[in-house]
């Protein structure tokens, strides 16, 4: 009896393990779904009486102000706005706590989009500024209806400078885009400048892309866009691109109202570019121009990527609208075509990492990469590797169109976490080495964290 007894505690130990094995390495596969409980339902657009966008008040009142980096290194801002009622002027003055006033000129541009008629949209760049220098400014000078702000220049380039950006994409105009502004406004982190992944005001999900929700949206991000750099990345409901109504010019709202300086990089395109912030080299792409060999495009990040000095800006941060790697049922491999022809090139120059909205949700991915596979090879999955960046899905913002809550399963081992909340990022660099990166869901306070990890640089610590 003992004998049997023994016999079968064994087998049930046997088996126990067996279990615990087969369930340990089914769970081991991927990394974190989260399984965060969040109402859901359908996110609605604020109606045009909304408070966030309220016309300011005055005959001819600037309205829509926003400002992004002028230049390659920061010493210039690029200061735009939208009068109604007139032309009026498109001169800026602006002056620091201690210094005396100054101007610069600006210009003005219009466009028309089916029925709907722009208002004057004004784009004044101030240069040769100093850095890490509060600086006022004042729009509408010399005309019915002034408006001040402020903006702190980034400081200058160098390898151990800090800074922190804000990660927002696909912010659109519903009451969670409200939310995941003002979480990041809230923020106690501190971000300093936004790097946004695309899709700004969802206006085409309007009849005939009603133009007016391009204005609502921006005089709803009015209250950040002012006051900080938005450093801007093109999406697909950017595109307005609309035969059936004759607008067949890609883009067409979005290059009259968000200049770029494209020109500072050798861009030939506002869609392609770079900016240097502090310790970090920021290369902005474009899902939706070609980038095929020998196109424009290409030839510019290859000609860019050599350029980049990790020894003056360490961390080296590329932008895009449709991620690479993403494990969710939407949008499912619509980057896969430019992942095919870029990530090499990401991997040979040791991207840190790689920004992506799109699909509306998020997601961290492990340091991976899948650049093995040819066509006669079966090397097509993604491996660990040490010199490939860290994919980031943070499409979140809070658009019209929804969340995406539905993921593919089991979760791939290249997905490190993954959760459908609304919510946006922080990127805070240190220095040369260190950067700690955090995600906020709405939800939660705006202390929370919800997701961090701290990110080593691939050229100064390149181990994780
Ligand atoms: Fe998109």
Known sequence: MMKDGSGSAAAVVCCSVLILLISSAGFCSGGVTSRFVRKLEESQDMPLDADVFRVPPGYNAPQQVHITQGDYEGKGMIVSWVTQDEAGSSTVTYWTETGKKKVANGR????????????????CTLKNLQHNTKYYYEVGTGQNTTRQFWFKTPPEVGPDVPFTFGLIGDLGQTYDSNSTLAHYEKNPIGGQAVLSVGDLSYADNYPNHDNVRWDTWGRFVERSTAYQPWIWTTGNHELDYAPEIGE???????????????????????HWYSVKIASAHIIVLSSYSAYGKYTPQTQWLQDELPKVNRSETPWLVVLVHSPWYNSYNYHYMEG????????????KYKVDLVFAGHVHAYERSERISNIAYRIVSGDCRPVNDDN???????????????LANNMTEPQPEYSA?????FGHATLSIKNRTHAYYSWHRNQDGYKVVADSVWFYNRIWRPYD
């Open 108 to 123: 003005i541009t219009t466009y028309k989009y089916y029925t709907y008629k722009s208002g004057y949209i004004h784009h």
């Open 248 to 270: 067949t010019k890609p883009f067409k709202p979005f290059t009259h109202r968000y200049p770029v300086p494209y020109k500072a990089s050798d861009s030939t395109s506002p």
């Open 336 to 347: 896969e075509t430019m992942r095919v022809m870029y990530e090499p090139l990401l991997v």
């Open 388 to 402: 490939a960046p860290v994919y980031i899905t943070i499409g979140d913002g809070g658009n019209i169109e929804g």
């Open 417 to 421: 976490f993954r959760e459908a909340s």
